[in-house]
């Protein structure tokens, strides 16, 4: 197992290498000027107070020595300077992170909470009403767009029922994201129960005399969560790299809406460093998977 983990993080070091170059290479391609972006349209600013500007912040070299000088730089922990905000990199990309994680969390949490015990349900009730009604819901639930499922509930919950604020509340998003996720880990569980419930070893599991509980709970259930984990790690990972949309629509201070800031903006520095912190926490994520579907399932060895 350790020399999976250390194999795992070797292979991690030429990916992040190579996101960061394509993101740097992908940020220059695309118009506009980070100097224009920092003043408003109406403003009379001199070409040579632009031009000093950009030697300053070292947009004046070739794009080659830029990036090497902001690999060195982040090998050396300094993130860089927001060349909008004149703010550490790191310091922002600080706050921002832990409030796209809880939301991650929250939201993780509320899907497995309605998936879990629905998915037993249909599954043990394969091809009955309830079994017909939660697998259309659950891919209603998968085909409507997150941010219109998030406006909808803005809609209801906010403007009609005043329950809930529709911004600066971490209930309203992660409840929203909750509802995808909830679908996607449905009918992956479903599908593996069935798929468990099925097996020779369920005739033998009922011939020791145990109980139909016991053989969901201690076997069934257990085993078709391995798939049901990978699925929900890759969520994990996708969200802690920012859930760009719902951040957006719910006005949530999460590195989603930092990055889609700075991409407006034009922030090289933060668009960078936050592109690198999704591709590292994404790596990360799948690599606890792996160790997790080992636990889960015995028959697993890395070698």
């Given at each position: 197992m350790v020399r999976f983990v250390a194999h795992r993080c070797l292979q991690a070091a030429p990916v992040l290498f190579l996101v960061s170059a394509v993101v740097f290479g992908a940020l220059h391609v695309i118009p506009g000027d980070p100097v224009d972006a920092l003043f408003p349209p109406e403003a009379s600013i001199t070409t040579d107070a632009k031009n000093a500007l950009r030697r300053q912040l070292g947009l004046d070299q070739p794009l080659p020595v830029q990036y090497v000088t902001w690999?060195?730089?982040?090998?050396?922990?300094?993130?860089?300077?927001?060349?909008?905000?004149?703010?550490?990199?790191?310091?922002?990309v600080a706050e921002a992170w832990p409030r796209t994680g809880a939301l991650a969390l929250t939201s993780l949490g509320i899907g497995a909470a309605i998936a879990v015990p629905v998915g037993v349900l249909l599954a043990t009730h394969q091809g009955t009403a309830w079994d017909v009604l939660g697998s259309a819901t659950a891919m209603l639930g998968i085909s409507l767009p997150t941010f219109a499922l998030g406006i909808l509930f803005m809609l209801v919950f906010s403007v009609r029922l005043h329950w809930?604020?529709?911004?600066?509340?971490?209930?309203?998003?992660a409840f929203t994201q909750g509802v995808g996720i909830a679908a996607i880990l449905l009918r992956t569980l479903r599908a593996d129960l069935i798929h468990q419930l099925r097996a020779e070893y369920i005739r033998t599991a009922h011939a020791k005399g145990l109980t139909e509980r016991a053989v969901l709970t201690r076997h069934v259930l257990r085993n078709a969560l391995a798939g049901t984990v990978t699925v929900a790690g890759w969520i994990f990972g996708y969200?802690?790299?920012?859930?760009?949309?719902?951040?957006?629509?719910?006005?949530?201070?999460?590195?989603g809406l930092l990055t889609v800031n700075a991409i407006y903006g034009r922030d090289y520095p933060v668009v960078l460093a936050a592109v690198l912190v999704f591709a590292a926490t994404y790596v990360l994520v799948n690599l606890v998977v792996d160790v997790a579907y080992g636990i889960l399932d015995p028959r697993i060895r890395y070698a």
């Open positions: 690999v060195g730089r982040m090998l050396r922990g300094d993130w860089g300077t927001s060349i909008a905000s004149r703010r550490p990199v790191g310091g922002l809930l604020p529709s911004l600066g509340s971490i209930v309203l998003p969200q802690l790299g920012g859930a760009v949309v719902i951040e957006r629509v719910f006005t949530w201070p999460g590195i």
